[in-house]
């Protein structure tokens, strides 16, 4: 069964700080995507990492995959209380016909 | 470039009403996923279809769930008989036919379903 795990599971913090999130599996995914959610909206494309030690950046995020493409990371530089929200992360099935969601990690940046 | 639409947003039914979930894909899209959201178990993948045909159903309950997409119109996610357990957040995503980006999903707003 493949399970995406994500850490931590809340975090707050005060706007300027830096911070990382975690997704993790034993499973080797194809390609990897990040999503955020607000509160009452659906899930918003950030990026999709697809090759083993990829690195992409975002404004002030910036988002890794692993080298055996079974884990990545998102950094936040600098974080402002526009961060604030619910981040997940999302892998293809095997079969290649859904997606595999983490649980999430919730965001509050607080001014 | 209009995104993935959803209607309705919010919908309340009482026990054992039907509920009916639109969604219609982003231009250029023909696959459509629907995805349930619990509070405590996050996003789940229910089932995925092209134009007319059902791909992956593997998500859905046995029971009283059923899914659609037509050659013309959204796709229709229909639950019978509700439950309270049926309240969630339902999701419905598309993606590009094929090529390059095809793995990658884009959601709509959801519609957010309360059984009382």
């Known amino acids: 069964t493949q399970l995406l795990e994500q850490s931590p599971q809340f975090l707050s913090i005060q706007e300027g700080e830096n911070l990382t999130v975690y997704c993790n599996s034993s499973?080797?995914?194809?390609?990897l995507q990040w999503y955020r959610q607000e509160p009452g909206e659906g899930p918003v494309l950030l990026v999709t990492?697809?090759?083993?030690?990829e690195v992409k950046k975002l404004k002030r995020l910036t988002f890794q995959f692993g080298d055996a493409r079974k884990d990545s990371s998102l950094h936040i530089t600098a974080a402002q209380p526009g961060d604030t929200g619910l981040y997940l992360c999302?892998?293809?099935?095997?079969?290649?016909?859904?997606?595999?969601f983490g649980k999430g990690t919730t965001l509050s940046v607080s001014s | 470039n209009a995104g993935v639409m959803q209607n309705p947003r919010h919908l309340v039914r009482r026990r054992g009403q039907e509920a009916r979930l639109r969604c219609s894909p982003m231009?250029?899209?023909?696959?459509v996923y629907w995805y349930r959201q619990l509070p405590e178990e996050g996003l789940k993948f229910m089932v995925y279809?092209?134009?007319?045909?059902?791909?992956?159903e593997s998500g859905m309950p046995k029971e009283r769930f059923s899914a659609e997409f037509p050659k013309e119109g959204p796709s229709i996610l229909r639950i019978q008989q509700v439950v309270r357990g049926d309240s969630a957040a339902y999701f419905c995503a598309s993606s590009p036919v094929a090529g390059q980006f095809s793995y990658e999903q884009y959601f709509g707003p959801g519609t957010r379903l309360t059984v009382t």
């Open positions: 231009k250029g899209h023909s696959h």
């Open positions: 279809l092209q134009k007319e045909n059902i791909i992956d």
């Open positions: 999302a892998g293809k099935n095997q079969a290649g016909t859904a997606l595999i």
């Open positions: 499973s080797v995914f194809s390609s």
């Open positions: 990492v697809v090759t083993g030690g």
